[in-house]
């Protein structure tokens, strides 16, 4: 079935780093590829998104790019700022199911 | 627009207890429906999935159940709480855009 792989956290970085938390899937089809995000104390949000390979999705600073040959889709961020400590999921959303396969989710904190 | 509405946001219950969370979305017709449980310490887990009116899919067994009594409606209940039943429950329904989630209900059980 669907899966989602996710690095492992918590990642700590200090404010104006480079960020690349990595993500890669498997999935039969073309899946669409999500990033969430979810701030303490809130609940999740859509992030960025991309439905094709070789899209790039951007939000915020943030980008992905959805690469086929590699099932890959890694956030990064060129530089963090201490208001961009949370978690962020990876996601699946297979063509074939009508739903979204969630990686485990990665803790960022940023310190000044 | 569309939004989606959890109740009770906050929730302190005693193990054997029952449990009713509500989710309820405004501005969609016949949206699929999701129920997602998030563990302390832990990813989103999938709890339960619904595409209409009285049709609930389960992916992982549990003493958990769900139910949509209306169409904007979806419910998750319990008869007898674990401890292990603590956590964020999340709902989410599915736009065009991507999945989009409610605000959440902070469960305990002591």
């Known amino acids: 079935g669907d899966s989602v792989t996710q690095m492992e956290g918590p990642v700590t970085l200090s404010e104006e780093a480079f960020l690349t938390i990595n993500c890669t899937y498997t999935?039969?089809?073309?899946?669409?590829l999500f990033w969430y995000v979810q701030y303490p104390g809130e609940g999740l949000q859509l992030l960025l998104k991309a439905t094709k390979a070789d899209d790039k999705g951007s939000n915020k600073g943030f980008e992905a790019t959805y690469r086929k040959e590699t099932t890959s889709f890694h956030l990064e961020k060129g530089s963090v700022q201490v208001s961009d400590s949370a978690v962020y999921f990876c996601?699946?959303?297979?063509?074939?199911?009508?739903?979204?396969?969630f990686g485990p989710g990665t803790s960022l904190s940023v310190i000044p | 627009s569309q939004t989606i509405h959890q109740w009770p946001a906050t929730l302190v219950q005693p193990v054997g207890s029952p449990l009713s969370l509500e989710c309820t979305v405004e501005g969609t017709s016949n949206p699929n429906l999701y129920w997602y449980r998030q563990a302390a310490g832990r990813g989103l887990q999938l709890l339960f999935y619904?595409?209409?009116?009285?049709?609930i899919s389960s992916e992982v067994p549990q003493n958990l159940s769900a139910s949509r009594p209306q169409d904007r409606q979806f419910i998750l209940s319990s008869k007898k709480l674990l401890l292990s039943d603590s956590g964020f429950y999340l709902c989410?329904?599915?736009?065009?855009?991507?999945?989009?989630f409610g605000p959440g209900t902070r469960l305990t059980v002591l």
């Open positions: 619904s595409v209409g009116i009285g049709q």
């Open positions: 989410a329904w599915r736009g065009p855009g991507g999945k989009f």
């Open positions: 996601a699946v959303f297979g063509t074939s199911y009508d739903k979204v396969i």
């Open positions: 999935a039969t089809g073309y899946p669409s």
